[in-house]
């Protein structure tokens, strides 16, 4: 039985290697490194547009109602995802909000402050379905931080969170993004740790964006190119003079 275990172990090893010296030799070396050359190279893409975000801190009490703080905010995010990594791509996306309305126990609380702000991260690695060709959906779990100044503390709270996009092929290197975020935070590591510790924290929020890209045309979608309507044509002539 070891001998058996043995020998199919080294076919393991040995076969993998034997089919990667076979399909290397139809691979090009870089002639410096003499290593296959890289044909897909890593490159960058941008979307960009209006974000939404609604967080929720929770504090228990014994013997009453829980203190519940909401915040609601606005404000512009930015992603930033790397394309042809292996063996998953990976985004960071950034987001910069202004509290719009603060609540304790569904009750509005005004702000002293003119000046109030967040700072909202998200990293992780993109998960793609092309399941449609006009509708592609993409999921990427991660790392979550986010930073709030309010009149009495400074928030800051990490955790994991998931986001869940979509995408729609508007033209050749225009796409619109749809994307929900949703995060389980740790929110007591600002100044709010001591005299206000919360037990539960989340986060929801909601963008839309678009990204141009030159390094990812789309290679379908809603509005067509010229460049695409003389190909088709060009097509559809040489199919009918084969015909002919």
């Not at 394309?83 to 960071?92: G, K, Q, R």
């Not at 931080?145 to 729609?168: K, P, R």
Request: aromatic content about 16%; overall charge negative; some cysteine.
């Amino acid at each position: 039985m070891k001998k058996f275990l043995l020998i199919f172990a080294m076919s393991v090893l040995i076969f993998p290697m034997a089919f990667s010296q076979e399909d290397s030799e139809d691979v090009a070396l870089n002639p410096k490194t003499g290593f296959p050359e890289i044909t897909e190279k890593p490159f960058l893409t941008f979307d960009y547009g209006p974000s939404a975000s609604w967080v929720t801190r929770v504090q228990k009490q014994t013997g009453r109602s829980n203190f519940v703080l909401e915040s609601t905010m606005v404000g512009l995010y930015c992603t930033m995802r790397l394309e042809n990594m292996m063996p998953v791509d990976s985004m960071l996306r950034v987001a910069a909000y202004y509290p719009m309305v603060s609540t304790f126990n569904k009750v509005p609380q005004t702000s002293k402050q003119t000046l109030l702000y967040a700072f909202d991260l998200f990293y992780g690695p993109v998960f793609e379905a092309d399941m449609w060709k006009y509708v592609r959906i993409e999921f990427a779990p991660g790392f979550h931080f986010l930073y709030q100044l309010s009149d009495n503390w400074h928030y800051m709270s990490v955790g994991i969170a998931g986001m869940l996009g979509t995408e729609f092929p508007i033209a050749e290197r225009w796409t619109v993004t749809l994307n929900g975020l949703a995060s389980f935070d740790y929110a007591n590591l600002g100044t709010n740790a001591q005299m206000f510790p919360f037990d539960y924290s989340w986060q929801y929020q909601l963008s839309l964006g678009v990204r141009y890209s030159k390094k990812k045309p789309n290679q379908y979608s809603y509005i067509t190119s010229r460049k695409e309507v003389k190909q088709t044509d060009t097509v559809q002539k040489t199919d009918e003079e084969i015909g002919e």
